[in-house]
Nanobody
């Protein structure tokens, strides 16, 4: 059974930082595209960042590049999202997801590309 478990969410003031973690189990972690999405109340789920566990390629939403960094630890079957200079607009539920295949340009534009999803972790940024 595939499981993606997020952790690290919480409340922070604007300008602060958080590091989200995603622990993966139950499937072949290596050679897979894993990503982070977020969904704010009343808004569609949007892609944040993705990383290929079999290499160094990363993908980011253009609006978030420079503030957010995705990384992985293959020994722990884990993916991380370091979020800096947080803004109230970053408030959302953040989801970890896995494609079940390779990353590709544009992979973050559709949730349909991602086969497996975690339950989400809440991030709240206050002004």
């Amino acid at each position: 059974q595939v499981q993606l478990v997020e952790s690290g969410g919480g409340s922070v003031q604007a300008g602060g930082s958080l590091r989200l973690s995603c622990a993966a189990s139950g499937y072949t972690y290596s050679g897979n595209c894993m990503g982070w999405f977020r969904q704010a109340p009343g808004k569609e789920r949007e892609g944040v960042a993705a990383i290929y566990t079999g290499g160094a390629r990363t993908y980011y939403a253009d609006s978030l590049k420079g503030r957010f960094t995705i990384s992985r630890d293959n020994a722990k079957n884990a993916v991380y999202l370091q979020m800096n200079s947080l803004e109230p607009e970053d408030t959302a539920t953040y989801y970890c997801a896995a494609v079940g295949g390779y990353c590709y340009p544009g992979v973050l534009t559709s949730t349909d590309a991602f086969r497996y999803w975690g339950q989400g972790t809440q991030v709240t940024v206050s002004s």
